[in-house]
């Protein structure tokens, strides 16, 4: 019982702990068998890790804006990565995901949910924005309402555009609900 | 005469459905968790859209019926608040929950923030308080009624 009340501790002190302000190069496959490295990508303005799932309907809910926003940042010097963490769907369920819904972008799996651990996402949809030497300058949601037209706030389209014009990104964290990524031994 | 009493039958069902489930602004929760009277709250946000969410509510309904005399089980769904007749009311009939529920009438985002603590938003998410109404944890993900009991079983004594 001692050691069960350790580790809950341990595991409320880690959730309780700094969140993480930048991160290093990392490897990964798309659902091709392609392998992409972060620093593909590092003469891009800005890079976009979108964790996303195929089975959240949260995640599912964002998927024509995530297209769109892909298709207007993409020619403005914009990487995206789809990133996939949840163990339970395969990269062949990613790929016939990605078909259906127009998922242009890279979309890599994060098998063993390692990436996930690295910038301690816990969420689908979560981004994460980077710039070239990987540090985070935008972590959070793509808008505020899973609702499309109820959307009052288009926080990654803000980041992107502050970005893009040489300022400081102003809101640089928000939250909101999304599914639990489904990791290994969880 | 008839087709009124099915009416007036029609009105008490729907009526007595939607005081199942209360709207929670910010001042409802603050109530929610000052005034405990003796019990320890166990706090679980949860939406029908979320699979392992639905998933771990049989294990809720179980702690509940068991620990009765010392914990409130209470459940926040962040469905919309127009989607309690359609989406969760026949899930909470399905699942025969009798602990109170409410369905989040705030912003999602001021909802995640009023916990202070480090959480994205990833439901389900569970938040234990103390009969005192201090925060004692907080849990992402599925838990089960072993993980739950683990924690009570220590609060109660």
Excluded at chain 2, 113 to 142: C, D, H, Q, R
């Amino acid at each position: 019982m001692i050691k069960h009340i350790v580790v809950i501790f341990v595991l409320f002190i880690s959730i309780l702990s700094a969140q993480v302000q930048k991160t290093d190069n990392f490897k990964l496959k798309d659902y091709n068998g392609k392998e992409y490295s972060l620093t593909d990508f590092e003469n891009s303005k800005a890079i976009v890790l979108m964790f996303i799932a195929t089975q959240c309907p949260v995640s599912n809910a964002y998927n024509s804006r995530m297209k769109s926003i892909y298709d207007e940042y993409k020619g403005k010097a914009i990487s995206f990565i789809g990133i996939n963490s949840n163990k339970q769907e395969s990269v062949s369920e990613i790929k016939s995901h990605a078909k259906d819904n127009n998922l242009d972008f890279i979309i890599l799996k994060d098998t063993d949910n390692k990436i996930a651990d690295k910038l301690q996402a816990s969420v689908t949809p979560e981004i994460f924005v980077l710039d070239a030497d990987f540090n985070i300058l935008y972590h959070g949601r793509i808008d505020d309402s899973r609702r499309e037209d109820q959307v009052e706030s288009h926080d990654l389209k803000s980041a992107l555009d502050q970005i893009l014009s040489g300022k400081e990104v102003s809101l640089k964290e928000t939250k909101a609900f999304g599914c639990t990524i489904k990791r290994i031994q969880s | 005469m008839q087709s009124r009493l099915i009416f007036i039958i029609f009105l008490t069902i729907t009526v007595n459905a939607q005081s199942e489930v209360e709207l929670l602004n910010k001042s409802d929760l603050e109530k929610l968790i000052s005034k405990r009277e003796g019990k320890i709250l166990v706090l679980n946000i949860w939406a029908t859209w979320c699979i392992p969410c639905r998933e771990e509510i049989p294990d809720l309904i179980e702690l509940q019926r068991k620990y009765s005399k010392d914990i409130d089980v209470v459940g926040i769904s962040v469905d919309f608040p127009d989607e309690v007749e359609k989406r969760i009311l026949p899930f909470i009939k399905q699942q025969n929950i009798r602990y109170k529920m409410f369905v989040n009438n705030m912003k999602d985002e001021d909802l995640i923030n009023f916990f202070n603590v480090k959480w994205n938003g990833a439901v389900p998410a569970s938040f234990i308080y103390e009969k005192t109404g201090k925060l004692t944890l907080f849990m992402e993900g599925k838990k089960s009624l072993k993980d739950f009991e683990g924690i009570i079983k220590e609060l109660i004594m």
